[in-house]
């Protein structure tokens, strides 16, 4: 199982980035997915998950309108557009899964949001 992230990079207060996990190893499209990120000093936290076919999304509540998780099966990718950026979502952006009771991790992704 390999869970490769991009897309992170440096950006203004109020700009947008696309995020993309790259998934091999193992069937996507049987499985959820969700983004993690981790600010300096701080826990990791759930930012939004997706169901194996795509029909439900989650997010936690300080992402809620900014952000949109989606997937494309068919490239074993999920992504998140994140928009209307704030310097409180600079972080690592974690891609994750979870299969037979095994948590898998991506390497993660660097976003920072500052002017």
């Known amino acids: 199982v390999q869970l490769v992230e991009s897309g992170g990079s440096l950006v203004h207060p109020g700009g947008s980035l696309r995020l993309s996990c790259a998934a091999s190893?193992?069937?996507?499209?049987?499985?959820?997915m969700k983004w993690y990120r981790q600010a300096p000093g701080k826990e990791r936290e759930l930012v939004a998950g997706i169901s194996s076919a795509g029909g439900r999304t989650t997010y936690a509540d300080s992402v809620k309108g900014r952000f949109t998780i989606s997937r494309d099966n068919a490239k074993n990718t999920v992504y998140l557009q994140m928009n209307s950026l704030k310097a409180e979502d600079t972080a690592v952006y974690y891609c994750y899964t979870r299969m037979s009771a095994i948590d898998y991790w991506g390497q993660g992704t660097q976003v920072t949001v500052s002017s």
């Open positions: 190893g193992f069937t996507f499209s049987n499985y959820g």
